[in-house]
C-alpha cells in the first residue's frame, strides 16, 4: 500500500513537473473574469468613461449584460497573455438599428490598437463577432475596452478572450495526486 502511494505520487510529481515547465502551464479558459455580467455588478470590469450599467434587461445568456451608450466604455485589465497563444477574442452585442462599437486592445508595452465593430443594419438582436484576427501579432494581451452606441443603449454580453486549457488528462492526474499527498498528510498527522 505504501509502495503504491509512492509510486502514484512520484507519477503525480512528474506530471506536475510537466505540466509546469509547458507553455500551457497556465490556467486556460476566459482569462476575463464575469465575462457575461452574471454576477449582475460590473467588476472586474470597470467604466472606463461614462456609466454603462449591468441590466437585466437584456441578455444573450444568463440574466444579465452591460448596457452602454456611445460615451460609455467598459475595460477590464488582466495578466499579459501573448498574442499568439489567444485562440479566440469574441462577444455579443444587440441594439435597435446594429451595434457601432470601437474597442480597444491594450498590450503590455504600452501600445494600444482601436478597432471598430459596425454592425448597423445586420439587425436588432444579438450579433456575435469574433475579432480575434484583429490582435497585434508578437506583443502581449493585458487589457480590453469596448463603447456603447448612441442612440442606444447597446447591450453587450459574452465577452471571450480564450486561451488554452491544460490537457483535461493531466489535470485529472495532477487532481489525483493532489487527493494522494492529501492522504498522506493526514496520515502522517494521525501518527504524530
Ligand atoms: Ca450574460
Redesign the pocket.
Same mark, same amino acid.
Given at each position: 500500500m505504501n509502495n503504491e502511494v509512492n509510486n502514484r505520487g512520484l507519477l503525480v510529481l512528474a506530471v506536475a513537473l510537466v505540466i509546469a515547465t509547458s507553455s500551457v502551464a497556465a490556467a486556460g479558459g476566459n482569462v476575463l473574469v464575469n465575462p !457575461? /455580467?452574471?454576477t449582475g455588478d460590473l467588476a472586474p470590469w470597470f467604466d472606463q468613461t461614462g456609466l454603462p450599467f449591468v441590466t437585466a434587461d437584456e441578455?444573450?445568456? !444568463?440574466? /444579465?449584460?452591460v448596457a452602454a451608450f456611445g460615451g460609455d466604455s467598459i475595460r477590464q485589465n488582466f495578466a499579459a497573455v501573448a498574442t499568439e497563444d489567444i485562440l479566440e477574442v469574441s462577444l455579443s452585442i444587440k441594439r435597435l438599428g446594429g451595434p457601432f462599437s470601437s474597442y480597444t486592445f491594450y498590450y503590455d508595452d504600452g501600445s494600444t490598437t482601436d478597432e471598430l465593430i459596425n454592425g448597423i443594419g445586420d439587425g436588432d438582436d444579438w450579433l456575435f463577432f469574433n475579432i480575434t484576427e484583429f490582435l497585434d501579432p508578437g506583443k502581449s494581451l493585458d487589457g480590453f475596452s469596448i463603447f456603447g452606441t448612441s442612440s442606444g443603449p447597446a447591450y453587450l $454580453? $459574452?465577452f471571450v478572450i480564450l486561451v488554452p486549457e491544460p490537457s483535461a488528462l493531466l489535470l485529472g492526474v495532477l487532481l489525483l495526486g493532489l487527493g494522494v499527498t492529501r492522504r498522506k498528510r493526514r496520515a502522517a498527522g494521525s501518527t504524530a
Amino acid at each position: 500500500m505504501n509502495n503504491e502511494v509512492n509510486n502514484r505520487g512520484l507519477l503525480v510529481l512528474a506530471v506536475a513537473l510537466v505540466i509546469a515547465t509547458s507553455s500551457v502551464a497556465a490556467a486556460g479558459g476566459n482569462v476575463l473574469v464575469n465575462p !457575461g /455580467f452574471e454576477t449582475g455588478d460590473l467588476a472586474p470590469w470597470f467604466d472606463q468613461t461614462g456609466l454603462p450599467f449591468v441590466t437585466a434587461d437584456e441578455a444573450n445568456t !444568463g440574466i /444579465f449584460s452591460v448596457a452602454a451608450f456611445g460615451g460609455d466604455s467598459i475595460r477590464q485589465n488582466f495578466a499579459a497573455v501573448a498574442t499568439e497563444d489567444i485562440l479566440e477574442v469574441s462577444l455579443s452585442i444587440k441594439r435597435l438599428g446594429g451595434p457601432f462599437s470601437s474597442y480597444t486592445f491594450y498590450y503590455d508595452d504600452g501600445s494600444t490598437t482601436d478597432e471598430l465593430i459596425n454592425g448597423i443594419g445586420d439587425g436588432d438582436d444579438w450579433l456575435f463577432f469574433n475579432i480575434t484576427e484583429f490582435l497585434d501579432p508578437g506583443k502581449s494581451l493585458d487589457g480590453f475596452s469596448i463603447f456603447g452606441t448612441s442612440s442606444g443603449p447597446a447591450y453587450l $454580453d $459574452d465577452f471571450v478572450i480564450l486561451v488554452p486549457e491544460p490537457s483535461a488528462l493531466l489535470l485529472g492526474v495532477l487532481l489525483l495526486g493532489l487527493g494522494v499527498t492529501r492522504r498522506k498528510r493526514r496520515a502522517a498527522g494521525s501518527t504524530a
